[in-house]
């Protein structure tokens, strides 16, 4: 982003200012917002924290000398909202400021705003113009976007490799439980970190059996995503720590359909029960799901192509045999080094 042009400068300083609350605005998008006058950024704000004022309205407050917002231009990279949520709509603000230029990233695909904001604002003469560094803003909201867009969480495939492309040895029942690392503690660092970036996590029924994970956020403090393990067949018991009603878990399951403390048993069919998780997940409002394997659930996310990113971790060690890494295309989009453990971010149809 070398050459960009005034307007795409100002949208660039509403991401940054977005940013500023990464992780604190679910189920709200990051939303930043700068009010220019006369070539000067005379306020600006950020939406912190669902339930707090919008961008736009920390913006409008900041401006000292509110007599200048009759000739300025308000930057937002979302569309305004037109609606009466937790807050009144930032564009009847907008227009009661009788702020005369509004430039937006991109349209909201909230049901109860797309698009109605800029058609109130231009109703009352307001010059709109949408679509300034748009791809960039639909990129730094993609869980939001995937979510209200699609209908279904965006989905984070995440395993951990040997050198020769394993990612477990095969199991039997005297080693199940037992961990087999395949990275390093920075790299499993990194795994905890970014389990609490996600609404939820989720395995498979072998995976619950054979590794026996906690799916807890250990190694870094932050909040803890919805625990999720596919059993169609009641295979799992109280004894598994996943089921410590610990932490709320949800159990997707064939036979049975309850819900106790902390711990609620959904009920799937057979056929297409992938759509029936994520539809379930989407009801929740669950924005994003990280699916930590093991090898046949991350095959059924990848042969129905029903995932957004992959994070492929390479360890520095050989199993020589044992489960085989499943095999992805798409582009790799970052790639990050822990001492001798490696990380390939991959993005589907990007
Ligand atoms: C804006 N500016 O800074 C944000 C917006 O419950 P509420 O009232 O906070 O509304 C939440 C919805 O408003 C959210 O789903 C999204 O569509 C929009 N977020 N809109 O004009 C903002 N954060
Ligand atoms: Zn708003």
């Known amino acids: 982003m070398n050459h960009l042009s005034v307007e795409e400068k100002y949208m660039q300083r509403c991401l940054q200012l977005a940013q500023l609350a990464e992780g604190n605005t679910y189920p709200n998008p990051m939303v930043g917002s700068v009010i220019v006058c006369d070539g000067k950024i005379i306020g600006e704000g950020y939406h912190r924290k669902a339930g707090e004022p919008h961008a736009e309205v920390n913006a409008v407050n900041a401006v000292k000398d509110k007599s200048l917002l009759k000739e300025s231009t308000l930057y937002v990279n979302l ?86 492309g394993f990612i477990d040895i095969e199991r039997n029942e005297s080693n199940y439980g037992q961990p087999t690392w395949i990275t390093n503690a920075w790299a499993r660092r990194a795994v905890h970190q970014q389990r609490t970036t996600e609404q939820a996590i989720l395995i498979g029924t072998q995976t619950a059996i054979k590794d026996k994970p906690s799916l807890t956020v250990r190694d870094w403090s932050g909040h803890q995503p919805l625990r999720c393990v596919i059993d169609k067949q009641c295979k799992l018991d109280d004894s598994y720590q996943l089921l410590d009603r610990q932490h709320p878990t949800v159990v997707y399951n064939s036979l049975k359909n309850e819900a106790a403390t902390k711990l609620e048993y959904v009920k799937i069919g057979e056929v297409d029960f992938m759509t029936q998780i994520l539809n379930d997940l989407w009801q929740r409002g669950i924005q994003s799901v990280i699916v930590e394997g093991g090898s046949a659930t991350l095959q059924y996310f990848i042969k129905d192509d029903l995932w957004d990113e992959a994070h492929r971790y390479i360890g520095d060690v050989f199993f020589e045999k044992g489960v085989a890494a499943p095999n992805i295309t798409g582009n790799i989009v970052r790639n990050h080094t822990f001492g001798s453990s490696k990380l390939l971010v991959y993005r589907n149809n990007l």
């Open 79 to 164: 569309e305004p909202c037109a609606h009466y949520g937790k807050t009144p709509p930032c564009s009847k603000l907008i227009i009661d400021s009788e702020i005369p230029n509004v430039v937006i990233a991109c349209i909201d695909s909230f049901s109860e705003v797309s698009g109605k904001g800029v058609e109130m604002m231009e109703k009352a003469g307001v010059k709109v113009k949408t679509g300034v560094l748009e791809e960039e803003s639909l990129e730094l909201n993609r869980r939001f976007f995937t979510f209200h867009n699609q209908k279904r969480p965006y989905i984070i495939l995440k395993w951990a490799e040997t050198k020769d």
